[in-house]
């Protein structure tokens, strides 16, 4: 290994003194902090909102302090359509009903794995994949699309924010405690020669102590509801006894088996027109398992326009912190100026970036817009987050096609804008990639 000399270092010095662009850059960042001091003008100029497809100005959603971006997304989609089809106002379906079930599948889908590994030592890296983070608030589409079938939805006046639900850092604590001991638990009663019929009804009683918890945090789901509403012309509906199920079916009504998960991950070991899917990810157990099919940008955001352009919005996953301003509600890879103004080089590419752990899905939102050129291509995109309104255009942002080419890697696509050998691609049986795969990453921001 090859040490740091003091030559060296004072070569550093002298370098840095006799440069006067960077001791101008130094009291401009010391003082107002880095990407304030590098922010552009031009990105801003580029990315108004006014887009030649705008789907939707409903107001927008708010996750608060948890990682339940998936689950807003997913929700939004289907909220857009319903104060369509039903002439509502301002109206949410219930994020912290899907909360609670995606802990409670979670926690079981935690435990089988912990038994179907107990053959494993603790130090190999499949276990302590699982224990480094039993559980998470983040999740992928198909994850959602789980959750929705077996569970259905509900009105959020139906079933309300709880503390725990907005701001969910403390019951994750003490939740993945409860898991990291049942695995404990069950591990060393495996060792000890129970059977499986023991070991089921042990993982029960353990089931049954996190039910509780969930139900203490978030409050106990309704199973049976009334449903009241006036809709835009103030005319009075409601609904008697309805269930979970029953409120998706009549109110929302979609084929979810009719969508598929569409990935952009240009990396050598992924080749293009292809169906993937990751070792060890899910949440509710025999549930679909979660599959993409992995095609080039181009055609990737062709789907997503084709989409947008027969009325209906996109489920999208993103690396949303990536050159980003948050308050601006700017994605663009000229929001911040390194190159002219400290010399540095950004100049990783996509699948570079994938494969050295520099990139990854980290939060899913919603494409309710594009601005297409007289080409047809597009210019920039309009993107719902669920932020809430304080940032952005009222919570909207909006993301230029080069920034999408770079930090999007998923959307989400009814099956009739596939072409037949796409559709058939993700149809075949699909390549698994290890737990720890960037493709495996959950949205939680």
């Known amino acids: 290994m090859s040490e740091l000399s003091q030559t060296f270092t004072d070569k550093l010095f002298a370098e840095y003194e006799a440069n006067a662009k960077f001791r101008a850059l130094e009291n401009a960042i010391t003082h107002n902090g880095l ?12 990315n108004d909102h006014v887009f030649s497809i ?8 708010n996750q608060k302090a948890s990682g339940r971006c998936w689950m807003f997304a997913a929700l939004n989609t289907f909220r857009h359509k319903l104060i369509s089809d039903f002439q509502l106002e301002n109206f949410e379906l219930s994020q912290a009903h899907t909360f609670f079930w995606d802990k409670y599948e979670k926690s079981n889908w935690f435990l089988e794995q912990i038994i179907a590994t107990a053959d494993q030592e603790l130090g190999s890296r499949k276990v ?27 009105p959020k006046t139906i079933y309300p924010e709880s503390i725990s639900s907005s701001a969910s850092r403390e019951m994750n604590q003490y939740l993945n405690k409860l898991l990291r001991q049942d695995a404990q638990i069950l591990r060393e009663s495996i060792s000890a020669g129970a059977d499986k019929q023991q070991i089921q009804a042990k ?40 269930t979970p199920q029953a409120f998706y079916e009549k109110y929302v009504g979609l084929k979810l088996s009719d969508y598929v998960s569409v990935i952009n991950a240009p990396t050598a070991d992924k080749p293009f027109g292809k ?27 062709e789907l997503a326009i084709a989409q947008m352009q027969a009325g209906e919005t996109v489920w999208f996953g993103s690396d949303v912190g990536q050159l980003s301003d948050r308050q601006k509600g700017i994605l663009a890879t000229n929001t911040y100026d390194f190159s002219s103004a400290m010399d540095i080089e950004l100049s990783q590419d996509k699948a570079g970036r994938l494969d050295y752990s520099e ?35 009222k919570g909207y942002f909006v993301a230029s096609d080069t920034w999408m080419d770079e930090f999007t890697y998923q959307i989400v696509i009814r099956k009739e804008f596939l072409t037949a050998d796409e559709l058939s691609a993700y149809e075949a049986t699909p390549t698994v990639l290890a737990p720890w795969d960037p493709m495996g990453a959950l949205a939680n921001k």
């Open 359 to 393: 990139s990854l899905m980290t939060h899913a939102m919603v494409l309710t817009g594009v601005d297409l050129d007289e080409n047809g291509k597009a210019v920039k995109w309009k993107v719902e987050n669920s932020w809430g309104d304080k940032v952005g255009q």
């Open 128 to 154: 302590k994949f699982l224990l480094d983070t039993p559980q998470q608030d983040g999740g992928q589409w198909d994850m959602v699309v789980a959750l929705f079938e077996k569970y259905g939805v509900v």
């Open 203 to 242: 993982k029960e009683v353990l089931l049954q102590e996190i039910f509780n918890y969930l139900a203490m945090n978030l409050g106990l789901p309704p199973r049976h509801f009334d449903f009241a509403y006036r809709d835009k012309e103030n005319n009075y509906h409601v609904e008697k006894q309805m």
């Open 275 to 301: 169906s993937y899917t990751v070792e060890m990810l899910g949440n509710v157990v025999g549930s679909r398992d979660v599959r993409y099919i992995n095609l080039p940008m181009a055609r990737f955001k």
């Open 54 to 61: 705008d789907l939707t100005k409903d107001e927008v959603a």
């Open 35 to 46: 990407l304030k001091s590098l922010e552009t003008r031009q990105s801003e100029v580029e």
